[in-house]
């Protein structure tokens, strides 16, 4: 179904440029881009249209396409990048998607078939494809600078004769060729006869793959393969292939060496990660937080007429949306209109303190909380880029594949695996790579078990309460942590492999493709490109869920003058004093009453109340309700547990940054019996949830995102949150019995 | 078919396929007495997963499902010279001129004749 749009699609833009050309404009023509993986095809089309390309769904499916604007001098095209393809035998839901988008004849006015040029032999298989389909063919043989270094000579007048279509020679690499292949493209787009494809002496069922089951040699593929022999023999020049692996090969795919040789390049990877991302990520921290104060600083302190409020929050929030909207390329429907007038009237029926608060703690603290993670995200991004760019990702699925077999997944799962050691979202968006859909799944749905670094600071607060200030315990219970995520995540993998996902792992059949120096720019336009699907992310699923738990956390208020009895006179005595003092003391005292009106405003909200309300739930876990509080509050963001806990324990938001002072709080607090609230079963059950618990929602966005449906995403949560109720039960019941006998 | 086995008694070899090729698939393989037929002819088959370093020349492929899809678009079919790089768990192959890992319960499914040294050195020199 998918498919029948994009005729109308395109009859629509031919309209429109025929149009543009009676005015003297060039036609723009649609070109889709197809080739064998590893033939530079996305560095072909990074080279030619750089920023200006977007990453969109392809209707219907969760498979990515990306499309950009390619202009040589006056002529533009629009280009589709579509997933890589051996053959037209489809598989993969990408590769459906790639075949499809060929066999529409209206999708795209020309197919450029990107081909290696050290390896013509095995493009020709596509291409034959390809030819038969009866769109206008161009193939452009890439790598022209490698094949040239090599010795491989092509007589591209020869080829371009044997394939019937034209024939150029390009480089992405060094930009040489792009001028003939946009000229070939325009003359192939003008050709509405296209010559005669190559005759290849098909057997009858050739558009039956499944059919050849019994024998190959009388199949289209063997057929199509001596052919592309042929005439890979007539036309290249190229010196014998060794029959050795290369030395690096030896190395790399070693059954002990390469292993070795792989975790030392991801152990970099992180140290790199763990170190330069620590500035930026401060950066971001300080820049929402001045942001914050700003934008905060831009409500009126004063009383403000109704009318002219009203007028100025409605319009405000309008542009908001219209900015939203564009950025998020959401278009202006009756739905979503209406979406956008409802909540900018809801705004203007909030009084100034309410709006500052949404604006300044919900919505500007609460993406704030989550584009914190984005150097990470795009510091991995870049290595995945480039290791993958040079060939070495390949060898890495090559040597973990007799690992990852135990649990039932494939070599490829563990680079996501590990990136998710920083982050569940690139991790979720790097199993791209793995083609079963199945094991993609069990992947995807395991990732945010492995400890990531929005969890450290959690850790590090329970380290400290077990163990004050001692290095050597507090390490041990940070390896504990990460061996129990990483525990938890294969068995959770073999669970789900036995259970609804069932099937065996695809055995692994692979391509090496040969090592090439990576293209900085071409891994830079990736980051980029990942950078933004995140960021869309964040302002649309995350913003939202940011809102809700702000209102969750915000109201219903309690007024200063509802304050219950002690902290009322607390408040008033500490104001009154505030009043008398001056300067830096009076602010201070002010400060303090502020304090001790937020504690009791989150203990009276509905954070609050849904947190003494599943008392109950949590209490075989050894928590009370202000952790509780906590656990809710930390809902969409884990990381946030901390600073809940310094508000709810009266320390007030600065407590954060104090750790010591925060940790010296907590382990005051006492029950109602007199037991102190953080024993040491209770710190270990909060310790093994927060390892084993969701709680992040861009992880979620992020799944939902990749799957398709929110059916994986809350199947993600269920699983996780029962795994780490259950988890904690038994460690503070254990720890229990241990601790008091 | 069969072109790259120039140099071999092509026909003999052919013939002996036809014969094999008529007969359900699982015959193939099973069938002791077949095999040693061929072995007869001149063509030792074995499985690609018992193959040593060295050129090989494909004969078969076993099984119609996704697996059998996702060898044969890749060049593992019949008539192509597999040449094992590296034999193990995977196994990597050179074939249609690029590297190709294949894990040892895929090669099972790939049914192989040795190519002589002679035979192979004449392939390549053209």
């Known amino acids: 179904m998918t498919t029948d749009r994009a005729p109308a699609e395109g009859t629509a833009r031919e309209n429109g440029t025929a149009q543009e050309h009676s005015a003297g404009a060039a036609r723009v023509i649609r070109v889709a881009l197809t080739g064998n993986p590893n033939t530079g095809k996305t560095s072909l089309f990074n080279r030619l249209t750089g920023l200006r390309s977007r990453t969109a769904n392809y209707p219907g499916v969760t498979v990515e396409i990306r499309r950009g604007v390619w202009t040589d001098g006056e002529r533009r095209f629009d280009l589709t990048d579509l997933p890589g393809l051996y053959s037209l035998d489809a598989l993969s839901p990408e590769e459906t998607v790639a075949r499809r988008f060929l066999e529409t004849d209206s999708a795209a006015d020309v197919v450029v078939l990107v081909a290696d040029s050290t390896n013509v032999q095995r493009s020709l298989y596509l291409a034959s494809e390809v030819r038969e389909l009866q769109v206008p063919l161009v193939v452009a043989l890439n790598l022209s600078d490698a094949a040239r270094a090599e010795g491989i000579r092509i007589d591209v007048d020869r080829l371009s004769r044997e394939l019937g279509c034209p024939v150029v020679s390009v480089s992405a690499r060094t930009g040489e060729g792009l001028s003939e292949l946009s000229a070939a493209v325009v003359s192939a787009a003008g050709e509405t006869p296209v010559l005669p494809a190559p005759s290849i002496d098909l057997p009858v069922v050739a558009s039956e793959p499944a059919s050849c089951a019994s024998g190959c040699s009388r199949c289209a593929f063997a057929a199509r393969y001596d052919w592309a022999e042929q005439t890979a023999r007539a036309s290249v020049d190229a010196p014998a292939a060794e029959d050795q692996i290369s030395a690096a090969d030896r190395l790399l795919t070693h059954p002990v060496i390469g292993p070795v040789v792989f975790l030392a390049l991801m152990a970099g990877m992180f140290f790199l990660i763990f170190s330069l991302a620590d500035v930026p990520m401060t950066l971001v921290d300080t820049a929402f937080a001045s942001v914050g104060d700003f934008v905060g600083g831009l409500f009126p302190a004063g009383p403000v007429h109704p009318v002219a409020w009203a007028a100025g929050t409605v319009s405000l929030a309008l542009l908001t949306f219209a900015g939203a909207y564009r950025l998020a390329g959401i278009s202006w429907t009756r739905l979503s209109g209406t979406a956008a007038v409802a909540v900018a009237s809801a705004t203007a029926l909030l009084p100034p303190d309410e709006l500052r608060s949404l604006v300044v703690e919900g919505i500007i603290g609460g993406v704030g909380g989550v584009v914190i993670f984005l150097p990470q995200i795009c510091i991995l991004f870049f290595v995945i880029s480039l290791l993958e760019d040079s060939g070495y990702m390949a060898r890495a699925a090559f040597v973990m594949e007799r690992f990852m077999r135990f649990v039932g997944l494939p070599g490829r799962a563990f680079v996501p695996m590990l990136s998710a050691h920083a982050c569940a979202i690139p991790g979720i968006m790097a199993t791209r790579t793995i083609e079963n859909r199945r094991d993609r799944l069990v992947t995807i749905l395991v990732l945010p078990l492995l400890t990531c670094s929005a969890r450290l600071p959690v850790y590090s607060m329970v380290a400290a309460l077990l163990f004050a200030g001692s290095p050597g315990t507090g390490a041990l219970v940070f390896t504990g942590a990460y061996i129990l995520g990483i525990t938890a995540a294969l068995m959770s993998a073999w669970v789900l492999k036995k259970s609804i996902l069932p099937g065996d792992t695809e055995p692994l059949v692979l391509e090496l493709p040969p090592y090439r120096l990576p293209a900085l720019r071409s891994a830079l336009l990736t980051v980029w490109d990942r950078a933004r699907v995140f960021l869309q992310n964040a302002g649309t699923a995350i913003l939202m869920f940011s809102v809700i738990l702000w209102a969750l956390a915000a109201w219903p208020r309690l007024p200063e003058s509802d304050l219950p009895s002690p902290a009322a006179d607390q408040v008033a005595a500490l104001r009154t004093e505030a009043a008398q003092a001056a300067g830096d003391r009076a602010e201070e005292l002010s400060g303090e009453a502020d304090r001790i009106l937020r504690q009791h405003q989150l203990s009276h909200s509905f954070a609050g109340r849904i947190g003494r309300a599943v008392e109950p739930v949590f209490r075989p876990l050894g928590f009370d309700w202000k952790i509780n509080v906590g656990v809710i509050s930390s809902f969409a963001a884990r990381e946030a547990v901390v600073s809940t806990l310094a508000i709810v324990y009266g320390l007030g938001e600065d407590g954060i940054d104090d750790e010591a002072s925060l940790v010296e709080t907590l382990r005051r607090q006492k029950r109602d019996d007199g037991r102190p609230v953080f024993s040491t079963a209770t710190c270990l059950s909060l310790l093994v949830f927060y390892v084993l618990a969701m709680q992040c929602l861009p992880t979620q966005a992020v799944t939902r995102r990749e799957t398709g449906t929110w059916k994986w995403a809350l199947l993600q949560f269920a699983w996780m949150t029962v795994l780490a109720w259950t988890a904690a039960l038994i460690t503070y019941q254990t720890a229990s019995v241990l601790t008091s006998a | ?126």
């Open chain 2, 1 to 126: 078919m069969l072109s790259v086995l120039r140099g071999h008694d092509g026909r003999a070899v052919e013939e002996c396929l036809e014969t094999a090729h008529a007969m359900p698939s699982e015959t193939l393989i099973r069938n002791e007495t077949d095999r040693n037929d061929c072995r007869a002819d001149g063509l030792n088959t074995i499985l690609l997963a018992q193959a040593a370093a060295g050129d090989h020349e494909c004969v078969d492929v076993e099984g119609s499902g996704d697996s059998a899809v996702r060898l044969k678009r890749l060049g593992i079919c019949s008539g192509r010279r597999l040449t094992v790089l590296r034999s193990g768990d995977p196994m990597i192959l050179r074939v249609v001129g690029s590297r190709i890992a294949v894990s040892r319960s895929l090669a099972r499914s790939v049914v192989v004749a040795a190519v002589s040294a002679a035979a192979g050195a004449e392939v390549r020199s053209e």
